[in-house]
């Protein structure tokens, strides 16, 4: 890791100097989330260009708005990523994980091979499965329903965070309900939270040119707000490196946060930097490399001030920026380390390199060794107390009701 990176979340000045060494135009925006105002759309578009000393005061603010919020443990989950499927018709330009059903690639698992990676997840001391997959047209809708009754008939107690807006979309479609229909199935065949993902940026332009199948922003909206209101929870994301424009990606954040303040349904906001090198977006020249380093403390710093008081919870990923630059987020702004994995092919397949699996104790100890207190937690933030792991074997159970807190704040 670059020591010009470290340098810049461990810049010596104190958080006073910073301020006064900024532009003035950066120094009130950031006075104004210290004070707890709400930025708007366009202090957010301010934010995502600032650089030099504007953005080490940045990512400092950040740092302690951080610290006031939710103090100094870092939490991380150990989990098992399962994509069950890599077979999907729908095309996304920025995904290198999806083949034809003919591709000698293809595959499409099993329940009963499900089950082996979950009894394996279980044996590994996961307490969560989460399960995303291609939108493969030979699966019908109530596919997605079955998968969770065989999981959950062994497992009772595991956490199964699973299925996209997309595939639940395309499962309601199939099976022919209304999305409030098929996400009641789904939550009461034991599915626990879903992904917010398929958000990417949350705007019908840009959502034209990286996938025009994909489910469009009032679906999405439709959807994640549905899921909410049954008492489903929610990650929630934004892809951010490729065609989007800084107007754009504030306005993603400010409609999560208006989403946010109705429901309160999300647990966390990951920003996911787009990993570009087997995608057809790249090898159709529709866009650069996206900057490594620099942006990813400014998009994490900015997202810290855009939601605050509103979604606490901010989750680095290791798989997006490796273990050494997600470690240094830790400094701009993130509380939260994310999974084990133990198993990931939607980044590996688009070209990441850092991996599938990083032990919990890797986890930990990159957390320590910046004088922070690593925290495992289960899947809406609670707490993994020792003795309650070694009570249940390292078994899941631990997630909550997934009820949604009275306070439109994210739990912890
Ligand atoms: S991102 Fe998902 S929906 Fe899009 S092509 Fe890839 S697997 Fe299919």
């Not at 034809?100 to 099993?110: E, G, T, V």
């Not at 940026?201 to 199948?213: A, F, N, Q, T, Y």
């Not at 939607?346 to 032990?359: H, M, R, V």
């Amino acid at each position: 890791m670059s020591t010009h990176l470290r340098d810049i979340v461990q810049d010596e000045r104190t958080h006073e100097a910073l301020l006064a060494a900024a532009t003035p135009a950066t120094t009130r925006i950031l006075e104004r989330a210290l004070n707890r105002e709400e930025l708007s759309v366009e202090d957010g578009v301010h934010l995502l260009s600032v650089e030099g000393d504007d953005l080490r005061a940045l990512i400092r603010t950040a740092d302690v708005v951080r610290q006031e919020d939710v103090g100094d443990e870092v939490t991380y989950i150990v989990n098992r990523n399962i994509n069950w499927t890599n077979i999907c018709f729908v095309g996304c330009q920025f995904c290198a994980f999806a083949v034809h059903r003919k591709d000698p690639s293809a595959y499409n698992h099993s329940v009963d091979d499900v089950l082996v990676k979950v009894q394996d997840a279980i044996d590994r001391g996961a307490t969560e499965v989460c399960m995303q997959g291609g939108i493969n047209p030979e699966l019908g809708g109530l596919f997605y329903r079955d998968l969770l009754i065989a999981i959950k008939e062994k497992h009772p107690t595991l956490h199964v965070h699973a299925f996209s807006p997309m595939e639940i979309m395309y499962g309601a479609r199939r099976a022919e309900m209304s999305y409030r229909e098929f996400l009641s199935t789904l939550r009461d065949a034991g599915l626990g939270t879903i992904p917010g993902t398929a958000a990417e940026i949350l705007d019908d332009d840009v959502r034209e040119i990286l996938s025009h199948k994909k489910v469009d922003v009032e679906t999405w909206v439709d959807i994640v707000t549905t899921a909410h209101e049954l008492g489903l929870r929610s990650s929630s994301t934004v892809m951010y490196g490729h065609i989007e424009t800084p107007q754009q990606v504030a306005a993603h954040l400010v409609l999560l946060r208006d989403i946010q303040k109705r429901t309160g349904g999300f647990t966390e906001f990951v920003p996911l930097r787009f990993i570009h090198t087997f995608t057809q977006l790249f090898k159709r020249g529709l866009v650069q490399p996206p900057p490594s380093g620099e942006n990813d403390f400014r998009m994490y710093a900015f997202s810290r001030l855009m939601l605050r008081g509103w979604i606490d919870n901010l989750q680095t990923s290791w798989v997006k920026l490796g273990a050494e630059l997600s470690q240094l987020t830790l400094m701009a702004g993130c509380n939260d380390f994310g999974g084990t994995l133990m198993e990931e092919s939607i980044s590996k397949s688009a070209g990441a390199d850092a991996g599938e699996y990083l032990p919990a104790e890797t986890i930990r100890e990159l957390i320590l060794d910046i004088g922070r207190i690593p925290v495992q937690r289960n899947t809406t933030y609670g707490r993994i107390e020792e003795q309650e792991l070694a009570a249940s074997d390292g078994i899941g159970g631990r997630s909550g009701s997934g009820a949604i807190p009275a306070r439109p704040v994210a739990a912890h």
